[in-house]
């Protein structure tokens, strides 16, 4: 079955410090991968994407995200956090097949300690 | 250049009362998908459709029916809804997945049942 597994549901970092949101997926074929933010009270916006080809993709903001096939992670990243990334983050999977649906994790929500 | 529209943004119902959310899209996308985003649970598929005039479940279909009878338009309709369906649904469509692309999303329609 298909579904994203997101297993951090609070996570707190200081202004400045690394990131990793985890991600991961079950899929029976070749998946195609996103991740999302959600500001308080605002709509979705992409902050990546992969489909294929090299399994580190850049996104907006400065985050990246690799895709680990032999682990079936998706894990987001970023060097460095600002308190403008407070919010929450949402992972999410879907397939090749005219079929496929699109299926999200739970998300994990981002706090910056200043 | 409107996107995704949903309507309406915000409603209240009591307990067996009906309704029905529309979502339209400009962009001629072949997938549309229906979500609902609860406290933790992230967003959770209720319907998809991959082109007009079909539909299928997703994760969470009880409860719901939808129509696309309009490849520009999905509908979502709550026969007698209950509390447990006070939620916030958001409306998405997206390029058919053999092509890429990513989910494009409504603002969201915020529904309290009484």
């Known amino acids: 079955a298909q579904s994203v597994t997101q297993p951090d549901i609070h996570i707190t970092v200081s202004e400045g410090a690394s990131l990793e949101l985890r991600c991961n997926y079950s899929?029976?074929?070749?998946?195609?991968l996103f991740w999302y933010v959600q500001s308080p009270g605002q709509g979705l916006q992409l902050l990546l994407k992969?489909?294929?080809?090299?399994?580190l993709v850049q996104g907006i903001k400065g985050f990246e995200a690799e895709f680990k096939r032999s682990q079936s992670s998706f894990n987001l990243r970023k060097p460095s956090v600002h308190w403008s990334d407070a919010a929450e983050y949402f992972c999410?999977?879907?397939?090749?097949?005219?079929?496929?649906?699109?299926?999200f994790g739970s998300g994990t929500r981002l706090s910056i300690r200043p | 250049n409107a996107g995704v529209t949903q309507t309406p943004k915000f409603r209240v119902l009591k307990t067996g009362q009906s309704m029905t959310l529309l979502c339209a899209q400009d962009?001629?996308?072949?997938?549309m998908y229906w979500y609902r985003q609860d406290p933790g649970m992230g967003l959770r598929l209720i319907h998809y459709?991959?082109?007009?005039?079909?539909?299928a479940k997703g994760e969470v279909p009880d409860g719901y029916n939808v129509s696309r009878l309009k490849k520009q338009n999905f509908l979502l309709g709550l026969e007698s809804a209950a509390p447990s369906q006070t939620s916030v649904y958001f409306c998405?469509?997206?390029?058919?997945?053999?092509?890429?692309?990513?989910?494009?999303f409504g603002e969201g329609s915020r529904l309290t049942v009484l």
């Open positions: 999410a999977v879907g397939g090749y097949s005219s079929a496929s649906k699109i299926i």
């Open positions: 899929y029976g074929a070749t998946p195609y």
């Open positions: 992969y489909f294929s080809g090299d399994t």
């Open positions: 962009m001629n996308h072949e997938y």
């Open positions: 459709s991959v082109g007009e005039g079909t539909t």
């Open positions: 998405a469509s997206v390029v058919a997945p053999p092509k890429g692309g990513e989910l494009f």
